[in-house]
């Protein structure tokens, strides 16, 4: 096929970030939405964007959702452009903001906006910057994270700009409320849906982008990703099949947990099987078996080759992350993985995952040994955190069974006017990522 | 559902009775409640068939429609309704104490106090069951664009003149029970659900009579035996012995009996409107008023043991010890009421069909603020919904073992101390996550520390203690005294300050434009209600 | 390996057995085919439907009669609904379809309604399948007005009765579902627009094995027409549903409609679910299959309260509802959570058992009890 011959990724992903930002300076509409699929440089995007306003002198200011977020964007800036004042808008909390933004002398940090008024680049929460009052708004702003953004949290932000560019991940985790709201469901504005839903619903002739190009997922992630989680905005790896490898220096001992790591390492993927069995959240076989196959990672002596030099890098254990549904996992697996003596590899549910990247990750399945699927657990978002986090492999580990699980899930959801539904839903795309683990699949009886 | 409140359902089923889910109550119940059975018609979108209701459970008013689909019949039912209903809601218009509301000076823009009226009591309407709450709003949405003669003499169908004044109100009450913790309107099943644990699922819970088989099965009989009686018993004519709380009725009740009565109804309302003399219709009059008489007899078959059932799960509510924070909550419904109340006084249009982006966004932040405060609250008064944050990690309670004098580190030392608390529950900490208890009812913050050993907790006292260089007394707790920690905030922040609706933002659509009164529904040959 | 044919064959004799000899099988309708996505886990069910049992006879017949009816009013008023909303030779159904979902095609002037009365199922189908070739052909809005359509489930023909099916000037089909309750300010009960959306996936399943017979093969729109009344009124509105969801988990249904004979295959000999049965010889087979109860089935299933008393009977956990076995692990009779919660049974070191101990531990203090065996009616 001469088209996928041709298919130069650095080439797409360039045509996709000038015309984004040509829309974004030049544009005559008010709004530029950009969708980003796992690692296809959202962040790299948003920086760039930024610097581009401030040099064309137009004052920006930045929203993101979570403090985390915006430090991680200060610090990125600060590399890229060293000399350019940045305000960080924060709470007045306690420990509002990463200790690292004190030793750089060109940011000012302030609890209050008029400290920082003149500055180039403003950046702070959406939900500190609900509290802001301005005379005369920002001429532009960058909107960070926009699908995991409520409505109502763009609404109380929406006068301080102009204009701005909406960046995000249709695919990650939706925002939710914590009591109902039905009784907007359908409305354009529904103050529980997500930003970007409320802004094309209202401004259907905004330009939408999309970078075509994951640059994280390696060849053999993409596709399964891209057709499961985005089917009508598919995206490409940057790489291809031959670009990354990871090879241990240890030999496998023929247990199960190595025999995963070297189907992962071979395919990308590797489905490490439990018996069927009826667990608590917390199986402790299922939490010890993830904990091995981090010890075993880290033992055999990982290295992993990519396009980002020519020389392997050894698989440590910041390069490694332990994915789960549930805080309580997050927490079983940090201890069994303390009496493993591994006590400094990440390990956090989707929710916190969502934006990070590894060489590998180990992922707890959401519905291993569950006795039902509920929604919660078949949620798309949080089956598409944790598998599109790495760059070369990804081993799910889970207790047999989950299909049937997912054939007895009753399917009797209320279905309200209006609303736009997503599909293909949890249900369907857990099915697809199971379909595809099931070949690389490693029974184990531990 | 939480493993404690599970074990307590599990229990029930064990022990045949219902067990406590609260060892206190958590909503705030009126001396004087308008209790309100209604019935509806099958198929016909909230067409009422009638009602009881009234606030003396020895005497209730009955209102029926003998014919749902004929509409001189129901406004004439929602025109008593109103009789019924408004007199009640106004009795508590009057009587009013000072109080003092937070508003944004409009020159200013600041937040300033102001004197302000706030309603003494306020209303409360409970009705059977969740339906029930649903049935309230659809009655509310029918009235309220309703026009009266008065107000458009034009108008084909002129309602009667109190009609969309209680259409108002019953759609104000029907969205504050969206409200978490509120307590304007409130489904029976709901209150004596969070309050009793039955050995049956939540989704059998919503059958009122099975409920309280449950909470107190006549004669110590076993729950589910009483309880299935319940649902399902029929007598020698197929009919419920306990009919279902409303509105929907039992279809055998509408096939056997309701549409044979409303047929003679009707055939006697035909033969009345053709009597030729006085004499015809003096006597054909009497078979009417008969066949009206029947159709009230069978309403009220159906409302009477329902309205009963109300007024028991009442007694067994109202013996339960009331929640420290119920009145605080209950102040805030008065609130609520007192600011409709002027809405209506001012002569604002009713409620809009739908809200704006700006009434919705607000609406669903300070619904959720509730629903915080609701938690925090109800576990702060209880300490069986403590036990479940407990389990969960969001709180811990235990003895303090240890209390260590410390200063922060400024120009003028404020005390720190460190208190070390002995617990065997597991709560989520992490590095500096701050912790609060209760001291005189506000909540105290402490910073964590470290775990000193397997269920040692090393905590940082940080407010709370006055301003001097000593602790003021009592605001540091002393070794051997017991504690409990939230992990979770007692009080709520403000929201968001959203923008007002004519500033609606250009990514919301842009202001809503004027605000003009609704059209009422148009009325067809077949309309509903 | 029998060729499949002959094994269908035998499928089909073998449910005819179960179902008892002389008892006609109830045709499986729409609502029946949607109701497979309800409880799929349930074995019963599934046998039970598949084999064509009259379910609501058998619960009678079980001593546990379902409590499903009609009030003759809401069948009077859908009924009157429904003939409204297709009046004037389906003129105001069309305009709703074209607003709706396709906006951009000739508006209809004048709609075609083909007759499509023919003799029997078979012929009724056949009818309507030439029906809609022939609107594909005629590149004008037709209306099929109570079509019939075949749908093979599990080797055996299902007829179904859409209330209308439209087809577009582009030649592609829309299902559409007349409902009576009220869309009110353009909302409806979430409930039962889903019921409907399930409902009309089976629909569009259907129309697709129709499609897919002819060359080329129109397309059937997985957006389809709900309609209802407006407000308080008796005017038909509408809205356009995505029922893309709902085709997906029925059509994965019906696929594994294929695991009955599996199930046929594992019951005794002599099996039989006849109603002429004496009661404790029908209530033996029916406990031979195994049933997957939870309190939603209340409302779904006439076996329910069968179920529900076996379930109850057993201790099943899952009669309190399907959530509560989830932090329960292997747990699943409510002796035996008690017995792990109250220390007498269970592996302290189950994380499940070790929560249930400090649950009932922490119950026990904040209620002032000692344990959880000590348990008092609360009056």
Redesign the interface.
Known sequence: MTTQAAFDPGAAAARATDAILADTLHGAH??VVVDSPPGAGKSTLVVRAALELADAGRPLMVVAQTNAQVDDLVLRLAEKKPGLPVGRLHSSD??PYDKALDDLPQVRKSAKAADLTGLPVVISTA?KW??V?VDEPWRHAIVDEAYQMR??????V??LFERALFVGDPGQLDPF????????????????GS?VT??LA??PELPQHRLPVSWRLPASAAPLVSDAFYPYTPFRSGTGHGDRRLAFAVPSDGSGPDRVIDEAAESGWGLLELPA????????EAVRAVATVVRRLLDRGGAATSERSDAPAPLTADRIAVGTAH??QA??VRAALVDLGVPEVTVDTANRLQGREYDVTVVLHPLS????A?AFHLETGRLCVLTSRHRHACVVVCRAGVS?LL????????????TV?K???G??AN?AVLAHLAERRVVWRP | MSLISTLARLEAVATGHAQPAATVRHRHLSDRPLVFVPLTTAGEAGAPLGALLGTDRDAPRLLVVPQPRDRDLRFAFLAELADVVLPYVDGYAEAVEAAERTETDPET?KRVKVEAELCADAPQLIVPSRAGIDFVRLLGRSMRFRRTAEQDPETPYPAPPRVPLLGRWLTHVGERA?V?GSALLLAMTDVLARHWATGQSSLEDQHLGALLAWIAPPDDEPGTEAALRAELARDAQGQLLCPPAGPATDPAFDNRLLAPAIERYDRARTAFAAAEDGLEADDRLGALTAAEREIRDLVLSRTLPTWQKVWQGLDLLRALPAGAHIEERWTRDRWSFTGHRDRITAGEPPQPR??D??T??G???A??R???RLEAQEALDDPLVMAGRRLS?EAFAGEVTDVVMAYSESRRPSPRPLITVRTGDRP?LAE?VRVYRSLSGKPQAAEFVERAGDDLIVLRIVDKMGRGKTPEEGSVPDKGDPVCFTLFEHEQRG?????DPE????????PPGEAVLPEADPMTAEDLL | MPPPRTRGTALRHRLAELRGTDVPAKAMDARALAAL?????CERRAILDGAGVDKAALASALGAPSAFGQSQFALVRGNAFEAKAKADGGAELLRLVHEKLDRGAEPPARAHVPDLSAIGPEGRSARTALALREAVEARDWTLLDHPMLALDVAGSPAFLEPDAVVVHPDGSWTVVEIKSFP?LD???D??K??AA??QAAVYVLALEQVAARLAPAPRVRHQVL?VCPKDFSNLPTA?A??V???R??TG??LA?LTRIQDIADALPENTCFSPELPAAELTAAVESVPA?Y?P?CLS?CELAFHCRDRSRAAGAVTSLG??V??????L?TVGDVLAAAGGETGDP????VA?LRRAAELRAEALGRRAVGEAVPCR
């Not at chain 2, 929201?495 to 923008?499: E, N, R, S, V």
Request: aromatic share 4%; proline share 9%.
């Open positions: 008010r709004g306690t420990d939900a609900a509290h009052k409505s109502d949290a763009l609404l109380a929406a006068g409320a914590i009591v109902g709201s039905e009784q907007w469901a359908g409305l354009t504005y529904d103050p529980s930003a409320t802004l209202h401004n069995r009826r667990t608590p959240r917390t199986d402790p805080r309580d927490a079983a040994g569950r006795p039902d509920t049937n054939d007895d899930y009753p399917s009797t959801e209320p279905v309200q006017l209006g539904v599909f293909p839903d249900w369907e099915h | 823009g969206r978490p739908r809200d982006a700006v919705a966004a609406k669903l932040a619904r959720e509730e629903q915080a990690g989520h500096r929201g968001a300050k959203l923008p500033q609606t933002p250009w990514t919301h659509g842009g | 996505a309800a409880n799929p886990g869309m353009g909302s409806a979430p409930a627009v889903g959306a399930r709900l809205s549903v995505d893309r969801k709902q997906a988990v994965r249904q594994r997957a939870a939603e779904a399907r959530a076995r989830a932090e329960l692990g292997g699943a070191d189950d994380p499940a929560a």
